[in-house]
């Protein structure tokens, strides 16, 4: 129930089945990454943080929706452009931001930094420096899901370009062939880097090469939370029912550069602000209210609160320990058992 | 004859340039080359003046793009292949090693592959484990294959020239950190042969091999050691494969110590390999102390500031490491 007493009568399967709660919480999640990342932004040209970093602010729905459908026990592989996929499995900002400054209380311990950030724990098995790395490493963990006799499943994110990688045509017909619980999320952005998917891709959609390896290849609007959410959750039902993988594929923007060297000359001007004009957090917003889970008040306190939640997690982060450079090959291998 | 001041990534893309101006058979592939102009802008606006035929971007398919080039070379074209960062280099090993260093051995001499492949190589920006290997010497280890690691921008030109000339594989290894560095560059094109080490200081206590952003951590060093009477012989090894032994074992007789500063993990590597030849060889019976390697850290390259700088030798490692090697011996 919500305060305006029914509740979404007339909505999309998306509204009916998640609760108020989940659907509050996961707009909270979508201005959690918003702001984790334009906080990042911050920190970095203020000379707080170092190295480089790639933002997703454009993508947040894909990130959220698709992490929706999973439980914690399920598995997720991220990228580079991975800090939405980790808060969307339920990562802590605080411990995303003291890694970024390099700290030991950050997820890896200041070891890895934004291009390694994973948390175990919820299921993240790491975002990954190597286009495609994250592809086989998913499959693999469905393989261990399918051994162990679970019915999770395991959420592998990539991007256009990586699906030109050898790994994603030998991973997506591995988990077909051994029909594995993976859903091969695809978040084409319209480029890998600076390439655009025209000039990279001999297909129009990455969705289209899924009937090469015998697998459902769906195209969702990725900047519609709904959209996505709903595709994943058919995908990870499919899956869990022992049928095999699917590829989603959302499409959506960064409205961000590909980094922190990225001088935007690739694309227009107007096709940034075309797809700023669809930002997919208003979106959602508005669509709450449509549909009488949200008034303006209740949309307002969830951005303040994760505001207040980013800021306080920079203010931890900037308070964190320095690691110590005796400690540098401490991890290098396990602890011997004793 | 023209000199002028280039920058590192200034002097390669003008040994670019001249090179296909020189040879239409010259063309560039690599990950956002063109438009884009390169990660570290070393091809900057080369599709604009060669266009996208000759300055050509790939898919992210480094495999691929290796293979690629090896048939393009094999077919009579000589391609300049560039890795985004050499860290990828490890998903094309099967073309690198398998194919391109072995097709010539393998089919009886009866083909070459002319290929150069560019790897922006090293730590020191914050790009943590994947972004930051130093792995040339995975790739010396390799017949077929000759690896060279140009220190300045001069030899950058030259010895890039150098490789597009060669008629077989070759991998020139950049210090990311080097790209910005500025120094004097002949205008025309020239070559810099492979397989040569410099002398980049004079020195009589200890000779110092010392590759890429080494080299000049060396030289830092050997001026700091030079107001306290020890005078440090630099060594710019330059080319990993084919190795330089004699200018290395002149100089330790010479010197009588032998010191290898480099950024690669220090077992198994350049260090192992450089005193291997001089224990090999008749500079052995000159040594008057224990051979001393400085090398990166037995991890990964960590991505806090303060650790990464602790996984590779800085500068006060040189000067100490040296100063212990020569103290109380000279
Ligand atoms: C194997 C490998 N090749 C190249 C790169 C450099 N690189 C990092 S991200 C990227 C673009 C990836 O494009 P896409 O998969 O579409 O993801 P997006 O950045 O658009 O999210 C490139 C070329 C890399 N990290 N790893
Ligand atoms: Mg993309």
């Not at chain 1, 998306?14 to 996961?26: R, V």
């Not at chain 1, 949309?299 to 203010?315: N, P, Q």
């Not at chain 2, 090993?93 to 560019?118: C, D, S, T, W, Y």
Request: aromatic share 6%; proline share 5%.
């Amino acid at each position: 129930m919500n305060a305006f007493g029914s509740i979404k009568p007339n909505a999309r399967p998306f509204y009916q089945k998640h609760s108020s709660e989940e659907l509050l919480q996961a707009l909270r999640r979508m201005y959690l990454i918003r702001r984790f990342e334009e906080g990042a932004e911050e920190a970095y040209m203020r000379g707080l943080i170092h190295g480089t970093m790639h933002l997703s602010i454009g993508q947040e729905a894909s990130a959220v929706g698709a992490t929706m459908a999973l439980r914690r026990s399920d598995y997720i592989t991220s990228t580079h452009r991975g800090h939405g996929h980790c808060i969307g499995k339920g990562a802590d900002p605080k411990l995303m931001f003291a890694e970024f400054f390099g700290k030991e209380e950050g997820y890896c311990r200041g070891r890895g930094g934004s291009m390694h950030i994973a948390d175990v724990a919820s299921g993240n098995l790491g975002a990954n420096g190597i286009v495609g790395g994250g592809l086989p490493i998913a499959v693999g963990a469905a393989l261990a899901i399918r051994k162990k006799k679970r019915d999770d499943v395991a959420v592998c994110f990539f991007g256009d370009g990586a699906s030109n990688e050898g790994a994603f045509h030998e991973s997506l017909n591995m988990a077909s062939l051994w029909k594995l619980p993976v859903i091969f999320v695809c978040e084409n952005n319209k480029y890998g880097m600076s390439v655009s998917t025209e000039r990279s891709m001999a297909v129009a959609n990455v969705a289209d090469r899924a009937a090469a390896y015998k697998m459902p290849g769906i195209i969702v609007d990725g900047n519609s939370i709904a959209d996505v959410a709903e595709a994943v959750a058919e995908a990870a039902a499919r899956a869990r029912r022992g049928d095999g993988p699917s590829l989603v594929e959302c499409k959506t923007y960064r409205t961000r550069g590909h980094s922190r060297s990225d001088r935007n000359r690739y694309r227009s001007k107007e096709e940034i602000e075309d797809w700023k004009a669809r930002d997919p957090i208003p979106r959602f917003e508005a669509e709450l209210r449509a549909y009488g889970v949200a008034g303006e008040a209740a949309l307002t306190a969830i951005r303040e609160s994760a505001e207040a939640e980013i800021a306080a997690a920079i203010e931890f982060a900037r308070n964190g320990t320095d690691p110590n450079p005796a400690d540098l090959i401490r991890d290098v291998h396990s602890p011997r058992a004793a | 004859m023209t000199v002028r001041e280039l920058t590192y990534a200034q002097a390669i893309q003008e040994a670019l340039a001249q090179a296909m101006d020189a040879d239409p058979d010259v063309f560039l592939m690599g990950e956002d080359i063109g438009v884009y102009g390169g990660a570290f802008q070393v091809t900057g606006d080369l599709v604009q003046r060669y266009g996208e035929e000759r300055v050509m971007d790939a898919p992210i398919s480094e495999l691929g793009q290796a293979g690629v080039a090896v048939g393009a070379a094999l077919a009579g074209c000589k391609p300049v292949l560039e890795f985004q960062f050499s860290d990828f280099a490890t998903l094309a090993m099967e073309q690198i090693v398998n194919q391109a260093a072995k097709l010539r051995f393998m089919l009886g001499g009866k083909v070459n592959v002319p290929l150069v492949m560019r790897l922006p190589a090293g730590s020191g920006t914050g790009a943590a484990a994947q972004h930051s290997q130093s792995l040339e010497a995975w790739f010396a280890h390799v017949p077929g294959l000759k690896v060279v690691q140009p220190s300045t921008p001069a030899d950058a030109k030259g010895m890039l020239l150098a490789a597009i000339d060669d008629p077989d594989p070759v991998m020139v290894f950049e210090h990311k950190l080097l790209y910005k560095m500025k120094g004097e560059v002949p205008e025309h094109p020239y070559r810099v042969p492979i397989g040569k080490a410099h002398v980049a200081r004079e020195g009589r206590h200890v000779t110092v091999v010392a590759t890429a952003i080494m080299v000049h951590r060396a030289l830092e060093a050997a001026d700091t050691l030079a107001t306290e009477g020890i005078e440090a012989e630099v060594i710019d090894l330059r080319s990993l494969r084919p190795i330089d032994t004699d200018t290395i074992v002149r100089s330790v007789q010479k010197t009588t110590r032998l010191a290898c500063v480099y950024e690669g993990v220090k077992s198994l590597g350049i260090g192992a390999e450089i005193s291997a030849r001089i224990a090999e060889s008749e500079a052995f019976d000159y040594l008057d102390a224990p051979i001393m390697r400085l090398g990166g850290a037995e991890a990964p390259i960590p991505y806090n500031p303060t650790l990464e700088k602790a996984a590779v030798p800085q500068v006060p490692d040189i000067v100490t490491g040296l100063r212990n090697l020569v103290s109380g011996r000279i």
